[in-house]
């Protein structure tokens, strides 16, 4: 954090001042939100090496690269770190930095469950990948190697004896939990503290996705605890919920894992949608055609997520009602996705575009997920289905949606809110060079497995005979995936560059509308020395370019104290009087949720030694961590939130 300290203009200091304790012990959004992101972003790196690696593997027919045990666990290991790790946090990381400032608060509702919550997710990904770890140790079976999406009966001790699916499940559970604290403080947040005169219908695009979100984590996520508990009985306490000799039912695993998994789908494109809300107005000049459309479709879009999960089961013989029902909510799911497609294209129609790298990424968003929820559609005919299921077009399908949809939305959001989030630009020489090499070494990776799949090229298989003819597709699929790999280097070059000795922003360099760019960038600790008060969903254009409002109302963007106007930068005193500078009351930092979080995180080691070393070991280090999390908690709450 030093070498940000010093890049950083004088003005921008406060927020990134301090050494590793004030970062460990902070209750900031903001620093909370860049830890998130570059946690985030380091697990990204991970599950994007562990991609490579299965590429190269698959680059030629009866490769060598990895043996089969190898690959298995990279597979494993790719998609969940992708989908829980990556795409997921990177989401937290622009919710928590930039919610409380566009809905105009000065921190989220609960800043110490918000700590909690990172914490949280730093160790279960950090136990997680500990698996690797235990297996260089001399541990077989110690990385989880079933498939990210963990199928019974392969997860049964019968068919995964080691402790590799003892880490995924337990790794699920601590970061399930961190994601349930979030989404519980998010929608809290959103619901009570916004500024005065901000309705809901007021609110950024942005921080209406994030409400959904959260919403979906809230109902989602207790569904995969309750399968991932029946596991955990399965595996260390003798019951039968999955096992089929003894009366268990494995397609129970599949619903409940679906129920779970579709709408996860959702929480990680509908931040990607409202970043792209947020882009494609501001580089249009132009308000976003049907504000209220888009609003009411990406609900709609998180309402009908819950009743299409079975069409990930055409092929376990439901039975013709039952296909005929999910088919018919899959095909009804794409009607308020292509929606916000149309309102998307209708708002760049006729505006006056800058063609910057976050709006290149916003377009090429656009372009990528369609082509994703186009072959989706395919998906929803359980004819077309069972020929396509477990084959590559399947793969393809997926990064379509989640590369071509996710991380090409979280890449837009990265070039539109460093500068507020750093205070410097980010090259965009370097940007657009990042965004070309991207987009055509992602579709050189993910186009041809279409055709592979459509050649019977099956998924999860770790080689394949040169007499199939899959060894063309699929050298041109790793030679994308190099360049992918170059891509992202390409970023990294430039975050580092901006940082040392990127422009200085300014507090608006995109001349956007939404709140978060009447702060400074970075925003000072307290976010806004008064708390605004709005009349308009456009807040800045409608004080400083009223061409450009479609019905403007009267009042532009004020700040009012005890009857005066006073200016961003001000600060009031006690009685409401501007002048003194006094620095608003924020909460304390509190090393207490790292605590809880580790107490958390030790807990499940316990079990996982039962089988090996009995009950007293198993009972001694599970309460271990059980004292370490309930002396946190208790600490936490005894504690002073604010010094007064």
Same mark, same amino acid.
């Given at each position: 954090?030093?070498?940000?300290?010093?890049?950083?203009?004088?003005?921008?200091?406060?927020?990134?001042?301090?050494? $590793? @304790?004030?970062?460990? #012990?902070?209750?900031?959004?903001?620093?909370?939100?860049?830890?998130?992101?570059?946690?985030?972003?380091?697990?990204?790196?991970?599950?994007?090496?562990?991609?490579?690696?299965?590429?190269?593997?698959?680059?030629?027919?009866?490769?060598?690269?990895?043996?089969?045990?190898?690959?298995?666990?990279? *597979?494993?290991?790719? /998609?969940?770190?992708?989908?829980?790790?990556?795409?997921?946090?990177?989401?937290?990381?622009?919710?928590?930095?930039?919610?409380?400032?566009?809905?105009?608060?000065?921190? =989220?509702?609960?800043?110490?469950?918000?700590?909690?919550?990172?914490?949280?997710?730093?160790?279960?990904?950090?136990?997680? +990948?500990?698996?690797?770890?235990?297996?260089?140790?001399?541990?077989?079976?110690?990385?989880?190697?079933?498939? @990210?999406?963990?199928?019974?009966?392969?997860?049964?001790?019968?068919?995964?004896?080691?402790?590799?699916?003892?880490?995924?499940?337990? /790794?699920?559970?601590?970061?399930?939990?961190?994601?349930?604290?979030?989404?519980?403080?998010?929608?809290? &947040?959103?619901?009570?503290? !916004?500024?005065?005169?901000?309705?809901?219908?007021?609110?950024?695009?942005?921080?209406?996705?994030?409400?959904?979100?959260?919403?979906?984590?809230?109902?989602?996520?207790?569904?995969?605890?309750?399968?991932?508990?029946?596991?955990?009985?399965?595996?260390? *306490?003798?019951?039968?919920?999955?096992?089929?000799?003894? /009366?268990?039912?494995?397609?129970?695993?599949?619903?409940?894992?679906?129920?779970?998994?579709?709408?996860?789908?959702?929480?990680?494109?509908?931040?990607?949608?409202?970043?792209?809300?947020?882009?494609?107005?501001?580089?249009? !000049?132009?308000?976003?055609?049907?504000?209220?459309?888009?609003?009411?479709?990406?609900?709609?879009?998180?309402?009908?997520?819950?009743?299409?999960?079975?069409?990930?089961?055409?092929?376990?013989?439901?039975?013709?009602?039952?296909?005929? =029902?999910?088919?018919?909510? &899959?095909?009804?799911?794409?009607?308020?996705?292509?929606?916000?497609?149309?309102?998307?294209?209708? &708002?760049?129609?006729?505006?006056?575009?800058?063609?910057?790298?976050?709006?290149?990424?916003?377009?090429?968003?656009?372009?990528?997920?369609?082509?994703?929820?186009?072959?989706?559609?395919?998906?929803?005919?359980?004819?077309?289905?069972?020929?396509? #299921?477990?084959?590559?077009?399947?793969?393809?399908?997926?990064?379509? =949606?989640?590369?071509?949809?996710?991380?090409?939305?979280?890449?837009?959001?990265?070039?539109?809110?460093?500068?507020?989030?750093?205070?410097?630009?980010?090259?965009?020489?370097?940007?657009?060079?990042?965004?070309?090499?991207?987009?055509?070494?992602?579709?050189?990776?993910?186009?041809?497995?279409?055709?592979?799949?459509?050649?019977?090229?099956?998924?999860?298989?770790?080689?394949?005979?040169?007499?199939?003819?899959?060894?063309?597709?699929?050298?041109?699929?790793?030679? /994308?995936?190099?360049?992918?790999?170059?891509?992202?280097?390409?970023?990294?070059?430039?975050?580092?560059?901006?940082?040392?000795?990127?422009?200085?922003?300014?507090? +608006? %360099?995109?001349?956007?509308?939404?709140?978060?760019?009447?702060?400074?960038?970075?925003?000072?600790?307290?976010?806004?020395?008064?708390?605004?008060?709005?009349?308009?969903?456009?807040?800045?254009?409608?004080?400083?370019?009223?061409?450009?409002?479609?019905? !403007?109302?009267?009042?532009?963007?004020?700040?009012?104290?005890?009857?005066?106007?006073?200016?961003?930068?001000? $600060?009031?005193?006690?009685?409401?009087?501007?002048?003194?500078?006094?620095?608003?009351?924020?909460?304390?930092?509190?090393?207490?949720?790292?605590?809880?979080?580790?107490?958390?995180?030790?807990?499940?080691?316990?079990?996982?030694?039962?089988?090996?070393?009995?009950?007293?070991?198993?009972?001694?280090?599970?309460?271990?961590?059980?004292?370490?999390?309930?002396?946190?908690?208790?600490? @936490?709450?005894?504690? %002073?939130?604010?010094?007064?």
């Amino acid at each position: 954090m030093t070498t940000i300290t010093e890049t950083l203009p004088a003005a921008h200091e406060p927020l990134y001042r301090g050494g $590793v @304790w004030s970062w460990i #012990t902070t209750v900031d959004h903001k620093r909370i939100g860049v830890l998130y992101g570059v946690t985030a972003f380091l697990f990204f790196l991970v599950g994007g090496l562990e991609a490579l690696l299965m590429r190269i593997q698959l680059g030629s027919p009866e490769n060598t690269f990895l043996d089969p045990v190898t690959y298995n666990e990279l *597979f494993t290991m790719h /998609g969940t770190t992708m989908i829980f790790l990556a795409i997921m946090p990177l989401g937290a990381a622009a919710f928590n930095f930039m919610v409380p400032l566009q809905i105009g608060a000065r921190d =989220v509702a609960f800043p110490r469950l918000n700590a909690f919550s990172y914490w949280v997710f730093l160790f279960g990904a950090l136990f997680l +990948n500990a698996s690797f770890l235990v297996k260089a140790l001399g541990s077989a079976n110690a990385v989880p190697d079933a498939g @990210w999406f963990g199928y019974a009966n392969l997860t049964s001790r019968q068919y995964s004896p080691g402790h590799g699916i003892d880490f995924w499940l337990f /790794g699920l559970q601590i970061l399930g939990i961190a994601s349930l604290a979030a989404g519980f403080n998010f929608l809290v &947040t959103i619901l009570n503290l !916004r500024a005065p005169g901000m309705s809901l219908m007021r609110m950024p695009v942005f921080t209406w996705m994030t409400m959904v979100v959260s919403t979906l984590i809230v109902l989602a996520f207790p569904v995969i605890t309750v399968a991932l508990f029946l596991l955990m009985f399965d595996r260390f *306490f003798g019951t039968n919920f999955y096992i089929p000799a003894h /009366g268990g039912d494995p397609i129970l695993w599949q619903h409940l894992f679906w129920i779970f998994g579709h709408p996860e789908v959702y929480i990680l494109i509908l931040p990607a949608m409202g970043i792209v809300s947020e882009v494609i107005p501001t580089f249009s !000049r132009k308000p976003l055609f049907g504000y209220a459309v888009v609003v009411y479709s990406g609900i709609l879009i998180g309402v009908l997520g819950y009743g299409v999960w079975a069409h990930h089961m055409f092929s376990t013989g439901m039975g013709p009602i039952a296909d005929a =029902v999910f088919s018919v909510t &899959t095909m009804l799911i794409a009607i308020p996705t292509g929606v916000k497609i149309f309102n998307w294209l209708a &708002t760049m129609w006729g505006g006056s575009i800058r063609f910057t790298t976050a709006m290149c990424f916003a377009i090429g968003f656009i372009a990528m997920f369609t082509m994703g929820g186009i072959s989706g559609i395919m998906h929803s005919s359980p004819p077309a289905d069972l020929q396509q #299921t477990d084959t590559y077009f399947v793969v393809a399908h997926l990064h379509y =949606v989640l590369f071509g949809g996710s991380i090409l939305g979280l890449f837009a959001g990265f070039y539109y809110w460093w500068p507020k989030v750093t205070g410097r630009l980010l090259s965009e020489r370097l940007g657009k060079l990042h965004f070309w090499t991207t987009m055509i070494a992602f579709n050189l990776t993910f186009f041809p497995q279409h055709f592979l799949g459509l050649n019977g090229m099956p998924r999860r298989i770790y080689t394949y005979s040169a007499d199939l003819n899959f060894g063309f597709w699929n050298l041109v699929s790793t030679i /994308g995936a190099l360049m992918l790999g170059a891509s992202v280097l390409i970023f990294m070059v430039n975050a580092i560059l901006s940082l040392r000795r990127g422009a200085i922003a300014g507090d +608006n %360099p995109w001349d956007a509308a939404t709140l978060e760019w009447s702060t400074s960038s970075p925003p000072p600790h307290y976010n806004f020395a008064v708390i605004p008060r709005v009349t308009s969903r456009l807040p800045l254009w409608d004080r400083h370019h009223p061409e450009r409002m479609v019905d !403007r109302p009267e009042d532009e963007l004020k700040v009012v104290v005890a009857g005066k106007t006073l200016a961003r930068t001000e $600060v009031p005193d006690d009685d409401g009087e501007s002048g003194t500078h006094h620095v608003p009351h924020m909460p304390n930092p509190s090393k207490y949720p790292v605590i809880a979080a580790l107490g958390l995180t030790i807990a499940p080691i316990g079990v996982m030694l039962k089988p090996e070393h009995g009950i007293p070991v198993f009972l001694a280090v599970t309460l271990t961590g059980v004292l370490i999390m309930a002396y946190g908690i208790y600490s @936490w709450a005894l504690e %002073p939130l604010e010094d007064h």
